[in-house]
């Protein structure tokens, strides 16, 4: 039996914005204020430990409603039974929800009501409940998808214009009235304001000539790896050491004999997609010949896949896709398929693939894929959630006792500056409001952590993993590896010890036994 994490009705404030800045000033502030008069105007209490919100997130492609998502995980939260029934959910305006198709929001917003969850908007005043439906035969509805198709509309119409100023840029740059389209740019490349053109980084610029000049000489893309990384060459990005993929990425660039492929978003089954469109000649500096691009390009000429848009649509390859970490070193470990043919897929540590350290062992991903498919009762019969409740029980009380000390700190130290004033006296004590109010942010955090990432939701997300695998892959592997993501932080391929390490988003691990079959050196 599921137990509940709420013991009575309350009355829960959502807040959303789209960007970042939008969430700055005082708006938040404002907002919990007209909460917390609008529950007592009608007796509620709310519920101000659990802060439900979206910064920063759009709600026209539903993405709030996302597993990761404050609203995503609220909505899970009723689905699961623990959001008591005759709770109300309060929101500055109906659009804060969702500005998603209007039949999309109609479905998740009479999903809550039919929950017995009854909706509250401050900017209105109104409340959508069953009762309130019933009554006003059914205007509330109508109401709502008004709402919805003018919050879609209006969002789509910004999207429009997004989408037309964006192509307004590219065609200047096919008409050679700018050479900027944005203001990411391949790394060896500087933008220069006053000459309104491109330099080149001469550092990094050399790096790429040594790259395809290694690649003339009949080197393939491990052996450049390789050889980066064992002498030290600087990375071109942020990352420490060089995979085969940025190696790739850069023989592939047309962008070093001075080509820009531009490309726009397009949105397919709910997920974006790059479509490039036709190479524009004479953008960037040339700093790889023609003849060498097209020997390089002529080299790999059926000995590598066809570059693709990033965000291109392709099957999930492996289960633990963003999850295998190496047993030895830490490092993800990622699909390799070896031979002429196509041999059997097997998982490698990224650091050792690249020649940067760490000991090579090739996993049969088959093996490990077969485990996983079987692992559903043992993951579901062994949740910590014991552990991770009392962890954040033990944080809750550190920060309550630091916000008491700080508090008392405030105290005497606003009566000495009543007695002498000073200028660092007034100093501290603005320093210690701002402590006090971190501690109180983190207070909330570990608390809505409490409620939300506690047994019982967790253990509705394993049960859908459970379903997810006892009905194996034939649907695609997409499924489970999201709801495996959405449950662990990572999974450790541990051949030494012969298991899989589980690691839980809210502590504690989880080991599967499993045999790996044979190792490959």
Same mark, same amino acid.
């Given at each position: 039996?599921?137990?509940? *994490? ?19 000033? /005082? ?6 204020? =007209?909460? =917390? ?22 709600? %026209?492609? &539903? ?96 999207? /429009? ?85 940025? !190696? ?34 004479? !953008? ?54 070896? +031979? ?21 062992? =090739? !996993? ?14 043992? &993951? ?5 959630? +014991?552990?991770?409740?009392? $962890? ?26 009543? *007695? ?22 983190? &207070? ?5 952590? $409490? ?14 993993? %459970? /379903? ?18 959405? &449950?662990?932080?990572?999974?450790? !391929? /541990? %051949? ?8 839980? $988003? ?16």
């Amino acid at each position: 039996m599921m137990r509940h *994490a709420y013991p009575m009705p309350k009355l829960y404030s959502y807040t959303r914005f789209s960007t970042a800045e939008q969430g700055e000033g /005082d708006s938040e502030r404002r907002q919990m204020q =007209a909460a =917390a008069e609008f529950a007592a105007a009608r007796g509620l209490e709310l519920d101000e430990a659990l802060k439900i919100a979206d910064f920063g997130v759009s709600g %026209y492609r &539903l993405a709030n409603l996302s597993p990761d998502a404050g609203l995503g995980k609220f909505m899970e939260a009723v689905r699961a039974g623990l959001v008591e029934p005759g709770s109300m959910l309060l929101l500055e305006s109906l659009d804060r929800f969702s500005r998603a198709e209007p039949v999309d929001v109609q479905h998740e917003l009479t999903g809550l009501i039919r929950a017995g969850i009854e909706i509250a908007t401050l900017n209105d005043g109104r409340v959508y409940s069953r009762e309130s439906l019933a009554r006003d035969n059914g205007l509330g509805l109508m109401i709502s998808l008004m709402v919805a198709i003018r919050a879609h509309e209006e969002s789509k119409a910004k999207g /429009d214009r997004v989408a037309a100023a964006w192509e307004e840029k590219r065609r200047k740059v096919r008409a050679g009235e700018t050479k900027r389209l944005t203001k990411r740019a391949p790394a060896w490349l500087i933008w220069d304001a006053k000459a309104e053109t491109w330099g080149i980084d001469n550092d990094k610029a050399e790096t790429v000539r040594k790259i395809f000049q290694w690649a003339l000489e009949g080197q393939g893309e491990h052996k450049i790896v390789a050889r980066l990384n064992r002498e030290g060459i600087p990375t071109l990005g942020r990352g420490e050491q060089w995979g085969r993929s940025s !190696v790739g990425k850069i023989l592939r660039n047309r962008a070093v004999i001075g080509e820009l492929i531009p490309g726009r978003i397009e949105h397919h089954e709910g997920r974006k997609r790059r479509v490039l469109e036709e190479p524009v000649k004479g !953008v960037f500096p040339v700093i790889i010949s023609d003849a060498d691009w097209n020997a390089v390009a002529g080299l790999k000429d059926g000995h590598a896949p066809a570059p693709k848009g990033r965000g291109a649509l392709r099957p999930l390859a492996n289960l633990l896709g963003g999850l295998a970490r190496c047993p030895v070193c830490g490092s993800a470990m990622t699909r390799v398929v070896k +031979g002429k043919k196509g041999g059997a897929p097997k998982l490698v540590c990224t650091r050792a693939k690249a020649g940067n350290g760490c000991v090579y062992r =090739a !996993v049969p991903l088959a093996a490990v894929e077969a485990v996983i498919l079987g692992s559903g009762a043992d &993951l579901l019969a062994n949740i910590p959630a +014991g552990d991770a409740e009392s $962890r954040l029980d033990a944080r809750a009380l550190e920060l309550e006792s630091n916000i008491a000390g700080t508090l008392e700190h405030m105290r005497d130290l606003g009566d000495a500056l009543e *007695a002498s004033p000073s200028k660092a006296g007034a100093a501290r004590l603005a320093k210690l409001e701002r402590e006090l109010e971190t501690l109180h942010d983190a &207070l909330v955090a570990t608390q809505e952590q $409490r409620r939300l990432v506690d047994g019982g939701l967790i253990t509705a997300r394993t049960e859908r993993l %459970y /379903d997810a695998l006892e009905a194996g892959i034939s649907e695609g592997r997409e499924g489970i590896n999201t709801l495996l993501r959405v &449950l662990f932080d990572s999974v450790t !391929v /541990d %051949y030494v010890r012969r298991v899989l390490v589980f690691r839980w $988003r809210q502590g504690g691990e989880t080991e599967i036994p499993c045999g790996f079959g044979d190792l490959v050196n």
